[in-house]
């Protein structure tokens, strides 16, 4: 890998605020090798009030060929896309950005590919169960739309901002009728639970959902990555359901987003 590092080196950017976090600069980073390109991911930490000079700085650097987006930036890197994909274009958000031939960015949002192709690696079917999602911002805008595309028989949407909750809701109502607000976080009648909000990275978080109503039969997926075992998918695994964490999402989308900047998607 750093035998290749030169001026010739393709330069793409993890970009978020916190970003100690994420996984991607390693795991891309090796995707690129194994592919042959002379390409390394770096993490870059952009406090949110500066996102916009640096957005605009990269814009210019004529070696930056995309960007990984996380935290709080997806919807701001769907507003700089010349391009989109479908999903990205219906949720206003992005994770993944790459140059477009005329030098403007093109956008994708592959959380959702990533929770999903967890929850099929952990050996349950979506097909005709009832989804609970809690946080409709970037990545779980992303998961929404890909628990329904991939079978889900309904989607209940919980976010403490019920204006950013309701206008998920209207986004994924253009394509599917049975999705409704949430007014709570209670498990309970429900098969999947997704944890699309930041609660379990700080020691002091509350949990999500009220683990006590777990059952057996559920699935319960979580995006957080820091820690590697989250405390909701702690209690999940401890009642029996089966689980996946954030680090599994980010394993089951890294070959995705890889080759989706190299434009091999």
């Given at each position: 890998m750093?035998?290749?590092?030169?001026?010739?080196?393709?330069?793409?950017?993890?970009?978020?605020?916190?970003?100690?976090?994420?996984?991607?600069?390693?795991?891309?980073?090796?995707?690129?090798?194994?592919?042959?390109?002379?390409?390394?991911?770096?993490?870059?930490?952009?406090?949110?009030?500066?996102?916009?000079?640096?957005?605009?700085?990269?814009?210019?650097?004529?070696?930056?060929d995309g960007m990984v987006v996380t935290v709080p930036y997806k919807f701001k890197a769907r507003s700089i896309c010349d391009t989109v994909s479908e999903r990205a274009r219906l949720l206003g958000a992005a994770n993944v950005l790459r140059r477009n031939p005329s030098g403007r960015w093109h956008g994708d949002m592959t959380d959702g590919i990533g929770f999903c192709n967890a929850v099929q690696a952990a050996g349950f079917d979506l097909t005709g169960k009832r989804a609970l999602l809690v946080g409709a911002g970037g990545a779980g805008s992303a998961i929404g739309l890909s628990l329904l595309d991939n079978g889900a028989d309904s989607l209940a949407v919980f976010d403490l901002d019920e204006g950013r909750r309701d206008e998920l809701i209207a986004k994924l109502k253009t394509g599917y009728s049975a999705v409704t607000a949430a007014s709570t976080t209670d498990p309970t009648g429900f098969d999947l639970i997704a944890n699309a909000s930041p609660s379990g990275m700080r020691p002091d978080d509350a949990l999500p959902v009220d683990v006590g109503r777990l059952t057996t039969a559920m699935h319960v997926g979580d995006v957080v990555t820091a820690p590697e075992v989250p405390p909701l998918i702690e209690a999940a695994r401890r009642i029996g359901c089966s689980n996946h964490t954030g680090t599994q999402m980010y394993e089951c989308q890294v070959d995705v987003i890889t080759d989706f900047l190299l434009g091999r998607d």
């Open positions: 750093l035998e290749r590092l030169s001026g010739d080196t393709r330069l793409y950017f993890t970009v978020g605020y916190p970003i100690a976090q994420v996984k991607s600069p390693g795991g891309i980073t090796r995707g690129f090798e194994a592919r042959g390109a002379n390409a390394v991911v770096v993490p870059i930490q952009i406090p949110p009030g500066e996102i916009d000079a640096f957005l605009a700085v990269v814009a210019r650097a004529d070696n930056v």
